[in-house]
Nanobody, 120 residues
Framework: QVQLVESGGGLVQAGGSLRLSCAAS????????TAWYRQAPGKQRELVAD???????NYADSVKGRFTISRDNTKKTAYLQMNSLKPEDTAVYYC??????????????WGQGTQVTVSS
């Protein structure tokens, strides 16, 4: 099976930075894409950014120019660098990874979430 472990969340003042990590482990043959989502209290989960195996990235308009998604294929780890944070970025951040296991079965796994709180 595939497990995702997120880290890097915390409390930061507006204008500050955080870097989230999402480490995948288990019977992974390949990772095709990784995405970061967030969910604020009382709101639906929304896509923040995603990155394909070839490095193509996509960002929500609300984070363009402030957040950067990247991945280290050798470590099976994805990152979300968040700069110029705003109070409205406060949410639980989740990573989602899609790929294939060593038995060629497609998988889609979610991490447990990490809290990001931005104070004004």
């Amino acid at each position: 099976q595939v497990q995702l472990v997120e880290s890097g969340g915390g409390l930061v003042q507006a204008g500050g930075s955080l870097r989230l990590s999402c480490a995948a482990s288990g019977s992974i043959l390949s990772i095709t894409s990784t995405a970061w989502y967030r969910q604020a209290p009382g709101k639906q989960r929304e896509l923040v950014a995603d990155i394909t195996s070839s490095g193509v990235t996509n960002y929500a308009d609300s984070v363009k120019g402030r957040f950067t998604i990247s991945r280290d294929n050798t470590k099976k780890t994805a990152y979300l660098q968040m700069n110029s944070l705003k109070p409205e970025d406060t949410a639980v951040y989740y990573c989602k990874t899609d790929g294939r296991t060593t038995t060629w079965v497609p998988f889609s796994s979610w991490g447990q979430g990490t809290q990001v709180t931005v104070s004004s």
